[in-house]
């Protein structure tokens, strides 16, 4: 039974293209196994999160990631009573239009793309299930109902109007205004409860397995977060529970205790805001004017300080910045030649290449086909056209 303030999958708004129903899926069902099957999703296990993909073998991946944020959103979601498979439909679509070389290369593109009206990668997620995933008779994308689509764009909140955040000032990215003037996503409003689950899964997952990569890199040491809140009070739970514990175990006992915190802490200030504002309606939850989907502020205030930690001692690591850079190299020498030489791009973009009337046009087919590219690929592509080592150096 769904919470009234659940997306009904009777209640979809539907396919921009229409569709006969299926006889053992609902509409969310099958928009997530649509996204599991897509060329987009299995790029991504060979895309960057945070160390490059050559970098090891045990680091997350984007794809890793992204089944981390899933698990968390049906757990979430499940918990509140909404709509389990809509919440994972936009946690498994979240990170699709991510570039290669994680959120260094989306630095990258976006500074590039900046003349040809920028670059977000929630937006090139819209751009890819709504054009580039071309695999059905009937239509480009993927089709998928509206209400994941609205969950992809606004997963983070409102995109214009009052409420929306100060860094969405300015002009819509190209990707979200094409998708918006096609179909309108009420980009004013926030989401549906599913999408905001989805992004906190997002906040959640990352927070998580970045300290367990930083921690299997030698970044930083178990010491280091005993200094820190939320985790030094799990490390010493952990030691007065288990003394003696060997050190890998003693790191997973204590880091799941930090998990289970963070999913505990939204499960209940979701169930107390619910309770407070009773909605009758996911319309309702999209015109609260605020999130009903959020960490409790104590808890919100010590991951700033865990998420600081992260940045200066992991993110920004010199050794982490020397990747950085060169792979920022790569990227900023494959998208100029691609916009100069738009032959050398595969065959089957040349029909896109022909379409394009103008620069403008042109390099946003460039900016799709090296967004799509995996770290891997973009590695080989630059020593191939460039020269040069075929991974950067460690």
């Known amino acids: 039974m769904l919470a009234p303030f659940a997306c009904q999958p009777d ?4 396919r921009l293209w229409p569709e006969r129903l299926s006889s053992f899926r609902s509409p969310y069902q099958r928009d997530r196994d649509r996204i599991i099957h897509s060329s987009a999703f299995r790029r991504l296990k060979h895309k960057t999160q945070v160390f490059v ?32 498979d809509l919440a994972e ?70 995109v214009t109007g009052e409420n929306a955040d100060k860094k969405h000032d300015g002009p819509l990215p190209y990707a979200l205004a094409e998708v918006n003037a096609q179909w309108d996503l009420e980009l004013d409003t926030h989401a549906s409860a599913e999408a905001q689950v989805a992004a906190i899964a997002d906040d959640v997952a990352y927070s998580h397995h970045d300290l367990h990569d ?63 504002a009773q909605p009758r309606s996911v319309d309702d939850i999209r015109h609260m004017g605020t999130t009903i989907i959020r960490f409790s502020k104590p808890l919100y205030q010590d991951l700033k300080a865990v998420r600081s930690f992260l940045f200066h001692r992991m993110y920004r690591a010199p050794s982490v910045m020397a990747v950085r850079a060169e792979v920022t190299r790569m ?23 022909a379409a394009a009337k103008d620069e403008i046009q042109l390099a946003r087919t460039v900016a799709d086909y090296v967004a799509g590219m995996t770290d891997r690929f973009a590695i080989q592509e630059h020593a191939r056209l460039f020269g040069g080592p075929a991974e950067p150096a460690r």
Do not use: C
């Open 89 to 158: 439909a936009v946690a498994l679509a979240h990170d699709l239009g991510h570039t290669p070389f994680g959120h260094t290369g989306e630095d990258a593109m976006e500074r590039l793309m900046a003349p040809y009206g920028g670059f977000d990668h929630n937006a090139q997620a819209l751009r890819i299930v709504t054009k580039l995933e071309r695999h059905y008779a009937d239509f480009d994308g993927l089709n998928l109902s509206w209400e994941t689509l609205e969950g992809i764009a606004k997963h983070n909140g409102p």
């Open 214 to 276: 930083g921690l299997r890199s030698g970044l930083f040491t178990e010491a280091d977060l005993m200094e820190l809140p939320v985790t030094g009070p799990a490390f010493e739970e952990v030691d007065r529970t288990y003394p003696g514990l060997d050190k890998m175990r003693r790191r997973h006992e204590a880091l799941r205790r930090v998990f289970g915190r963070m999913v505990e802490d939204v499960i209940a200030v979701a169930q107390n805001r619910l309770t407070s």
């Open 53 to 84: 993909e050559h970098e090891g073998d045990y680091y997350r991946t984007r794809l890793t990631h992204t089944i981390e944020v899933a698990q968390v959103a049906r757990t979430i979601a499940g918990v509140l009573g909404l709509n389990t």
């Open 331 to 353: 990227v900023d020498d494959l998208f100029p030649l691609f916009l100069k030489q738009p032959d050398l791009l595969p065959q089957e973009w040349q029909a896109d290449v």
């Open 11 to 14: 209640a979809s708004r539907g």
